[in-house]
């Protein structure tokens, strides 16, 4: 069964500072997607992960993945109170799962400070 | 162009009621997921449709659930005799396929139902 696991669950940082959401994942996969939540919204896509080493930057969020180590980082630079949301990762298992569906994470809401 | 759209919004039932839930993908989008997202459960997995083969119902948490697609495009999520434990958004999401690897797999959501069972 592939678990998804996000750390941390809660964060609260001060505008202009930087700081790594993590996401582990327990079986192999090369597909990795990054999803923000504003509160009663739905999920907006942020980025798609599709092979080891991949890097991918928009404004002031950078995410990475590596396939050995089973981990994806979503990191904040400089940030910003427009950057406060929920924000998820979710992951396809590529040898069982024909539909990709996706598994998810917990969720790490973020909440930047003025 | 026009994203995923579900209605309604925001449906309160009563418990032991049947419910239907809506969903319409983005046009010429092959394949529709249902999800679930409640506070104890975080985003849930509970059905796949691609095209016309039959759906993927390993997610639906009791016979209670079910869905149809209908030709192709719209999907309808059931959920008889609700429990207070189906309380939940429910977001449907579409993608170009969900056939393959890596490509034109990516999920678009819709703004999700939120159902209140009372």
């Known amino acids: 069964e592939l678990k998804v696991e996000q750390n941390p669950l809660f964060l609260s940082m001060q505008e202009g500072k930087n700081y790594t959401i993590y996401c582990n994942y327990s079986?192999?996969?090369?597909?990795l997607y990054w999803y923000r939540q504003d509160p009663g919204k739905s999920l907006e896509s942020l980025f798609v992960?599709?092979?080891?080493?991949a890097v991918k930057q928009e404004g002031r969020l950078m995410a990475s993945l590596d396939t050995k180590a089973r981990l994806s980082t979503l990191h904040i630079t400089a940030a910003v109170h427009d950057l406060s949301a929920t924000y998820f990762c979710?992951?396809?298992?590529?040898?069982?799962?024909?539909?990709?569906?996706?598994?998810f994470g917990g969720g790490t809401r973020l909440m930047v400070k003025p | 162009g026009a994203g995923v759209s579900q209605s309604p919004s925001n449906k309160v039932t009563e418990k032991g009621k049947d419910v239907e839930l809506r969903c319409d993908p983005i046009?010429?989008?092959?394949?529709l997921y249902w999800y679930r997202q409640s506070l104890g459960q975080g985003l849930e997995f509970l059905i796949y449709?691609?095209?016309?083969?039959?759906?993927?119902k390993s997610g639906l948490p009791s016979d209670r659930f079910s869905a149809e697609r209908t030709g192709g495009s719209v999907s309808t999520l059931t959920i008889q005799r609700t429990q207070q434990e189906d309380s939940a958004v429910y977001l449907c999401?579409?993608?170009?396929?969900?056939?393959?690897?890596?490509?034109?797999?990516?999920?678009?959501f819709g703004p999700g139902t939120r159902l209140t069972v009372l």
């Open positions: 999401a579409s993608s170009l396929t969900g056939l393959g690897q890596r490509f034109y797999n990516e999920q678009f």
């Open positions: 079986t192999t996969s090369d597909r």
């Open positions: 992960l599709l092979s080891n080493g």
């Open positions: 979710a992951v396809v298992h590529p040898s069982d799962n024909a539909g990709n569906m996706l598994t």
């Open positions: 046009s010429g989008h092959t394949a």
């Open positions: 449709f691609q095209g016309n083969s039959a759906p993927d």
